[in-house]
């Protein structure tokens, strides 16, 4: 309700995130190839900042195309979204600046919304529906305006804060009347805060899921998950654990599916890899701000 009332379709937004995943996989693999070079013509001719990167002329080959780091955005918001969109119509964020190099970007509304779609779509298949229940395991700023907005937002969308700063036993007793109060249906937020609280629980011999019975999964994200740490968090939560991968900039990059194995987010993106190993990320659909063969800082294979 709150996106639609900010002006997001999201139900023309599903209908063609469905019509995408409809395609043979070798109809898709030639939309995919053709869909990246659409969005790098699209603003090398209405994108000044991305114009001055190229050139006159586009290169012949995908891999002449420059690499983007955090640092190349650091430009005032203004000068980097493409002509005829104005700020106050764009969907508007920063980076945390965990790389030191935070910068601000922008995202047209039909691209936000087939972001909204793609992560309703994939926590749907997690079993995590709009409106449930949420435990959240995340950063909140500690005073003034932005802790009020963020205050108002767990109202509205159905979620409880656990705030990280604080992982000291008595924090802890306090999470644990929470899950004996709510009927959370999933615990989402950063991957050790989360181990951590699962490391006490197992100290004390306790299983979430039986102090709270309405438990169906638990979802990390922002910080690597490993095989250990998904064993100790599914033995104190009592069940699953689904992987997210994503960034504030390019949304969710990728999730676990039934198998447990990532299922990359190519419906939106397209990801590679250089010499490096080095992420590269191209967002297919948002024509405001070119985040195109873009450098998010993580090494992947």
């Known amino acids: 309700l709150i996106l639609k009332l900010q002006g997001y379709n999201l139900k023309h937004a599903a209908n063609e ?12 693999a030639k939309w995919h190839q053709e869909k990246a070079w659409e969005i790098v013509k699209y603003h090398h001719q209405n994108n000044p900042f991305y114009k001055t990167l190229i050139g006159d002329s586009l290169p012949a080959s995908w891999q002449e195309l ?5 640092k190349d955005y650091q430009h005032p918001l203004q000068e980097l979204i493409t002509n005829g969109y104005d700020l106050i119509d764009l969907y508007r964020s920063n980076t945390s600046g965990s790389s030191g190099h935070p910068f601000f970007f922008a995202k047209d509304k039909p691209a936000h919304a087939l972001t909204w779609a793609l992560v309703r779509q994939r926590y749907k298949s997690c079993g995590i529906n709009s409106g449930d ?10 005073s003034g305006k932005a802790a009020k907005v963020e205050q108002l937002k767990d109202r509205l969308m159905n979620r409880v804060r656990f705030p990280v700063f604080d992982l000291s036993k008595e924090a802890y007793e306090v999470f644990l009347q929470r899950f004996k109060k709510h009927h959370f249906k999933y615990v989402y937020g950063y991957t050790n805060a989360i181990r951590h609280f699962s490391g006490y629980l197992l100290n004390k011999g306790i299983v979430l899921k039986d102090i709270c019975p309405s438990l169906h999964v638990v979802l990390v994200t922002s910080e690597m998950c490993t095989p250990a740490d998904k064993e100790v968090i599914e033995k104190a939560c009592g069940v699953p654990v689904v992987i997210e991968y994503g960034a504030s900039e390019v949304g969710i990059m990728g999730i676990d599916d039934e198998q447990g194995k990532m299922r990359l987010s190519e419906e939106l993106l397209y990801l590679e890899t250089n010499e490096k190993g080095e992420l590269l990320i191209t967002s297919l659909f948002n024509k405001a701000f070119p985040f195109i063969r873009y450098n998010i800082g993580d090494v992947v294979t």
């Open 133 to 142: 229940l949420e435990a959240r395991f995340y950063g909140i700023p500690l």
């Open 66 to 70: 420059p690499i983007l780091n955090k």
């Open 17 to 28: 995130l469905v019509e995408i995943q409809s395609m043979p996989n070798d109809k898709f």
